[in-house]
T-cell receptor
């Protein structure tokens, strides 16, 4: 069975641009969470979606948004990119909101 | 607001010996704690978890201990193997349906052959 997949693997943007990151959960998993991992830190929780509804939100500005599609895949959108948005963005899926989360390999975003 | 804190950024252990990774937490109620392992260029991989109603959970070479009075969590790996060399994150969940996960900053474990 395929694990969590994320695309693209790497991305380079400039300040002020917009970016969309994509995630496909493990088959059968209905919950998707997004995390930002800055070098030297642990993953920071951004959003959790379950059954296409937002179930949790971390301490991130409104420039960050996400959605979940009927097939349970998800997109993370970041507007007006800042240099500080450069990070590894991780997606995790779980069967339910409180279930063990299984992570994808991440998307490395670099903002110049 | 650091919900979970890993104070040791790195740990070096000889193969065959015990590795002890530590984590402190704050603001606990009924929580759920987890340990994840991360290799370079991969996402974190779930290792073991423990509910706050328990003191210990064991899975093969991995044992997690929870000291609620000290608000301290530890992961013991016995015996340590070179393949265990990775970054280890502790995490806790909170919120309705435990839908928010908070991770520590990680401890890099190096197991020397």
């Amino acid at each position: 069975d395929a694990g969590v997949t994320q695309s693209p693997t790497h991305l380079i943007k400039t300040r002020g641009q917009h970016v969309t990151l994509r995630c496909s959960p493990i088959s059968g998993h209905k919950s998707v969470s997004w995390y930002q991992q800055v070098l030297g830190q642990g993953p920071q929780f951004i959003f959790q979606y379950y059954e296409k509804e937002e179930r949790g939100r971390g301490n991130f500005p409104d420039r960050f948004s996400a959605r979940q599609f009927p097939n349970y895949s998800s997109e993370l959108n970041v507007n007006a990119l800042l240099l500080g948005d450069s990070a590894l963005y991780l997606c995790a899926s779980s069967f339910s909101p409180g279930g063990v989360q299984y992570f994808g390999p991440g998307t490395r975003l670099t903002v110049l | 607001d650091q919900q979970v804190k890993q104070n040791s950024p790195s740990l070096s252990v000889q193969e065959g010996r015990i590795s002890i990774l530590n984590c402190d937490y704050t603001n606990s109620m009924f929580d759920y704690f987890l340990w994840y392992k991360k290799y370079p260029a991969e996402g974190p991989t779930f290792l073991i978890s423990i509910s706050s109603i328990k003191d210990k959970n064991e899975d093969g070479r991995f044992t997690v201990f929870l000291n609620k009075s000290a608000k301290h969590l530890s992961l013991h790996i016995v015996p340590s193997q070179p393949g265990d060399s990775a970054v280890y994150f502790c995490a806790r969940t909170e919120g309705y349906n435990f839908n928010k996960f908070y991770f520590g900053s990680g401890t890099k474990l190096n197991v020397k052959p």
